[in-house]
Every structure is written in structure tokens, then in C-alpha cells.
């Protein structure tokens, strides 16, 4: 009967020890990014919140760009602040020995009016922008998510993702509606880790998948 119990304890020790071992595995992969290099558990969530964060700032200044109210200048410092959020600051990032690793990002707009669609270097296209005839011009931004696939490593402390967002357009003539579109956009991302461990995204290429007209104002 003794031999009996101490058997049952035995592996009730076991079997918690097993558990121990299993959380601690876990919580190692989970923190360190060569045994989990895609960070799916690392760090997914934050990447998340800062794609969604770039994604509504790069729209809050294009609204600014297009905006007939503000001077010039302001609207030049806008750019500029766009720029901060793109790989490269919208040029071609290049290697210690000069060559390219990663274009210049591109974006790509469409329009309903005359079935075109069209591609731009970054700074080009905010340029087009400020310079659009409509008199007023709304962007707004929803339903920003990381696209399937998930995140993915291009090398050391560097990894990527495709992001989906959809992008209203609204341009007026006076107090009239003359041109409204929605956009399904897919930007690619860059993500980068320092040596302090922050990680840090950035926008790349911008793609237009589908526009449909849409009755927001």
C-alpha cells in the first residue's frame, strides 16, 4: 500500500514538472526571435498598434497636403513628416557598399472617372496631391489588419507584412461632392529592431486593389 502511494506521488511530481518544463519552453520562444524568427508571439500585437498608427498619420497628412487652406510652407513641413514614416524616407535604401537592398516605395492610385490606375514615387505623388484643383479634399481611413501571411524575416533584426487598409477619397467643387471613392490600399511594411530590443515600422510600397464608389461625405 506505502509502495502504492508513493508511486501515485511519484508521478504527480513528474507530471508537474513536465508542465513547468512545457510553460518554460514556451515562454522562451516566445521572448527570443532566432527560435521564433517570424515574432508571431514576441510582438505581433505592438507591430500591430504601429502599423494602424502610421497608416492613420500618413493619412492625417494627406489631408493637410490637400487641404486649400493652409500655406505652402505648412504644407511642405507636411511632406516632409509623410517622409519620417516611409522606408528610406521614400528613396532607395542601399547597403554599406551602395547597392539597393530596397527601391524607393511607390504608391499606386486609382480613379473611378477614367479607369486608370496609376504609379508614383512617394514624394511625387504628395507633390501631385498639393497641387490637385479640387477645392477641398477628405481622406479617411478603416479597417486597418495585418494581411495573411503574417510577418516574415529578410534578414537579421529586420523583418516584414502586408497591411490592409481601405481609403476614402472625397473631393469637392464648393460645398458640392464631385468625386468619391473607396479604396481597398496594401502597404508593405518593414519592421526593425535596435540594439536596445524597440522595434520600429515602417511603410514601403502602397498598392490599390479595389475602388468602388462609396456614399460617405
Not at 521564433?36 to 510582438?43: G, M, S, T
Not at 502597404?187 to 511603410?203: C, H, M, Q, S, Y
Amino acid at each position: 500500500m506505502l509502495n502504492h502511494y508513493n508511486s501515485k506521488n511519484m508521478k504527480r511530481i513528474i507530471l508537474i514538472l513536465f508542465i513547468v518544463f512545457l510553460t518554460n519552453i514556451n515562454f522562451i520562444i516566445a521572448q527570443n526571435p532566432s527560435i521564433n524568427p517570424n515574432l508571431e508571439f514576441e510582438v505581433r500585437e505592438s507591430i500591430n498598434e504601429q502599423c494602424v498608427h502610421k497608416v492613420k498619420a500618413f493619412t492625417d497628412h494627406l489631408s493637410k497636403i490637400a487641404t486649400k487652406i493652409e500655406n505652402d510652407s505648412i504644407k511642405e513641413w507636411h511632406i516632409e513628416a509623410c517622409m519620417d514614416l516611409f522606408v528610406g524616407r521614400g528613396n532607395d535604401t542601399k547597403d554599406s557598399e551602395g547597392n539597393v537592398i530596397i527601391p524607393a516605395p511607390r504608391i499606386e492610385v486609382t480613379s473611378l472617372a477614367n479607369g486608370t490606375k496609376n504609379s508614383y514615387f512617394i514624394k511625387n505623388y504628395l507633390k501631385r496631391l498639393k497641387n490637385l484643383e479640387y477645392t477641398k479634399i477628405v481622406f479617411k481611413t478603416s479597417k486597418c489588419y495585418m494581411a495573411s501571411g503574417g510577418i516574415k524575416k529578410i534578414r537579421e533584426n529586420e523583418w516584414s507584412a502586408i497591411v490592409t487598409y481601405y481609403q476614402v477619397f472625397i473631393g469637392y467643387n464648393g460645398d458640392m461632392i464631385v468625386y468619391r471613392d473607396k479604396t481597398q490600399k496594401n502597404v508593405r511594411i518593414t519592421i526593425t529592431r535596435d540594439e536596445t530590443g524597440r522595434f520600429d515600422v515602417l511603410l514601403g510600397d502602397i498598392t490599390a486593389e479595389q475602388t468602388t464608389l462609396t456614399d460617405e461625405r
